[in-house]
């Protein structure tokens, strides 16, 4: 068995209306979906599930999901515009051979910690 890819991320939420309109509005990603309990997104070759616990093993954040932008500082100033509140400015965290890693941090409106990341050629 050869695992292929990631085809899918689930995100705990707490009211899913809001989560939608965040992940919709703000973030711009695509909804397939949505039941009162649940939402699917789509996101580049990913599904993004939004849904609420399903009970205590499941109640608590996710992992910190890393949403790849072509433009770090454009996309950063966009979602500032829309009120997101990063935890800090677009920054380099490392170095991918000849590609440098840059990302910044903010949270959903469910408290769920994301980063919108790019990579740039070492100059």
């Known amino acids: 068995m050869t695992i292929e890819k990631v085809a899918q991320i689930g995100v705990r939420v707490h009211d899913v209306q809001r989560a939608v309109l965040f992940y919709q509005d703000v973030l711009g990603l695509v909804l397939l979906f949505q039941a009162p309990e649940l939402a699917l997104f789509q996101c580049g ?6 849904s609420l616990s399903e009970g205590p093993r499941f109640d608590h954040p996710a992992s910190i999901v890393y949403y790849q932008v072509s ?10 515009a829309k009120g997101v509140a990063f935890e800090d400015a ?5 170095q991918l051979g000849d590609r440098a890693v840059w990302m910044a941090l903010f949270s959903d409106t469910e408290g769920n910690v ?10």
Do not use: N
């Open 45 to 50: 070759a990913l599904r993004l599930f939004l």
């Open 71 to 80: 433009d770090l500082d454009r996309a950063y100033r966009e979602l500032k």
């Open 90 to 94: 677009p920054h380099q965290v490392g």
């Open 114 to 123: 994301l980063a919108i990341t790019d990579e740039r050629p070492i100059i």
